[in-house]
């Protein structure tokens, strides 16, 4: 009862600080990026997804497993040209509150940079990262129903420049295990930034997704569908490269969209799609695969072939450790490779923190 009060306040207030904090342009764009290599190969989408990975609830803060035991994990990603991100967490349930939860740390690193005056000349360099805290719990409030919320601190670091800020996600899943099956919806990034960069004040871009997941019965598969930024819905722009390229419902070899091709157009760019084949008598081996739409028409060039939008992973299970590798494709200069480890320790009666 004490949690489902708590839940209804933070809601509340997290809508009060989403509406200040979407003047203004965004900050801290970091948080959009995939937590971990199974997300990476999943498109970066698990607002429907229930299992025994912690991680999932970085994608839906409703996802903790009410099975799971105390384990941790370390993330490892990369991009070129040196890019590097990371990640540490430990998760664990709570017997005496009946909660789920998960705390953590992530990080970015761009590299270091070369400071140049307006003659081009070398007077030195600077580098550039984030960093962020999270902690986040999840609780079964109905027999099919879960909730779950996680609070974040934020800080960016660019040469001598650096702001900081606090973000709220929240979450619920409804599962019917039976026919396992899940609907899911995450509202993330609520916030706001506590100090800027400069004079000017940058709010976060809040993200809230819908999506449901479906475990086939007689294949040993689980998919998931997404609708993203719902509260977001003109999700175009005007691209460089517009001109060359056609989108759906436009007229070949005309330079006219019709009003309904834009809206189909856009409205795709809401989607994403996933899938999970488990592979294996005791399902140890996993490959996942994942599409994008809306990454898809931003970073593909026009007459160039490229996997923009699309992702691709897979997991292995050996003696309770579990590897991940996930590869999300951005452009043709490459995309992200991620590498992840997850493993038990203890059990849940030897430590009860909560």
Do not use: C
């Amino acid at each position: 009862m004490i949690f489902n009060r708590a839940f209804f306040v933070l809601v509340l207030f997290a809508l009060v600080s989403d509406i200040t904090a979407q003047r203004g342009t965004s900050v801290f764009s970091f948080t959009q990026m995939s937590p971990s290599a199974r997300l990476t190969g999943l498109g970066q989408h698990g607002t429907a997804l229930m299992d025994e990975d912690p991680l999932l609830s970085r994608s839906n803060p409703a996802s903790l497993s009410t099975e799971m035991t105390w384990n941790g994990g370390l993330q490892y990603g990369f991009l070129k040209p040196g890019i590097q991100l990371g990640q540490a967490y430990v998760a664990n349930r709570s017997e005496s509150t009946d909660l789920q939860w998960i705390a953590g740390a992530s990080f970015v690193n761009y590299g270091d940079f070369i400071t140049a005056n307006p003659q081009g000349q070398q007077i030195g360099d600077f580098s550039a990262r984030d960093l962020s805290f999270y902690f986040g719990v999840s609780k079964r409030v109905y027999e099919r129903l879960y909730a779950g919320i996680s609070v974040e601190y934020m800080q960016s670091e660019l040469a001598e420049f650096s702001s900081s800020g606090m973000a709220t996600h929240l979450g619920l899943l409804y599962s019917v295990e039976e026919k396992q099956f899940t609907v899911g919806m995450a509202w993330r990034n609520i916030g706001w930034q506590w100090s800027r960069f400069d004079v000017e004040n940058e709010g976060l871009r809040s993200q809230l997704n819908l999506a449901l997941s479906k475990r086939l019965a007689h294949l040993p598969m689980r998919f998931s569908l997404i609708y993203h930024n719902l509260n977001r819905w003109n999700l175009l722009y005007d691209s460089p490269v517009g001109e060359e390229s056609q989108t759906i419902g436009q007229i070949a070899g005309s330079e006219e969209e019709s009003a309904f091709g834009m809206w189909m157009d856009n409205f795709a760019r809401h989607l994403a799609v996933n899938a999970e084949f488990f592979i294996g008598k005791k399902e140890q081996f996993r490959l996942r695969l994942g599409y994008d739409h809306q990454r898809r028409m931003e970073l593909r060039l026009p007459n160039w072939g490229s996997l923009a939008g699309f992702s691709g992973g897979f997991g292995i299970v050996i003696k309770g450790i579990q590897f991940d590798y996930g590869f999300g494709s951005y452009h043709l200069a490459g995309g992200i490779h991620h590498l992840g480890l997850r493993f038990q320790f203890g059990n849940r009666q030897q430590v009860d923190i909560l």
